[in-house]
């Protein structure tokens, strides 16, 4: 059965980095689209980035220039690169699996548990 499992997540101070690690098993990897995602309480879960087999990424207008999605095919493993992080980054991240590079989280298929950013001012 498809798995996805966050790690990476923390406290870190305003104007320092993170970066997040998903790995997945269960399904193709390769063949997967993959997206971060974000939730904090009361609101609906946003989208970060994502990116897909041929190495196309997409990224929101809160994440450009400051996130780098990447792959590492070979073990199975999407990160995110989070630098020059913000209290508003502040949220629970989530790994997600889906057929196409999309921003919706309703075309993503597999979800992970989640792994908590707090970034604090």
């Known amino acids: 059965q498809a798995q996805l499992v966050e790690s990476g997540g923390g406290l870190v101070q305003a104007g320092g980095s993170l970066k997040l690690s998903c790995v997945a098993s269960?399904?193709?990897?390769?063949?997967?689209?993959m997206g971060w995602f974000r939730q904090v309480p009361g609101k609906e879960r946003d989208f970060v980035a994502a990116?897909?087999?041929?190495?196309?990424?997409d990224y929101a207008e809160s994440a450009k220039g400051r996130f780098t999605i990447s792959t590492d095919n070979a073990k199975n493993t999407v990160f995110l690169q989070m630098n020059s992080l913000k209290p508003e980054d502040t949220a629970v991240y989530y790994c997600a699996a889906g057929n196409r590079l999309r921003r919706r989280s309703e075309d993503y298929n597999y979800w992970g548990q989640g792994t908590r950013v707090t970034v604090a001012s």
């Open positions: 269960g399904f193709p990897f390769n063949r997967y689209a």
């Open positions: 990116i897909i087999w041929s190495g196309i990424t």
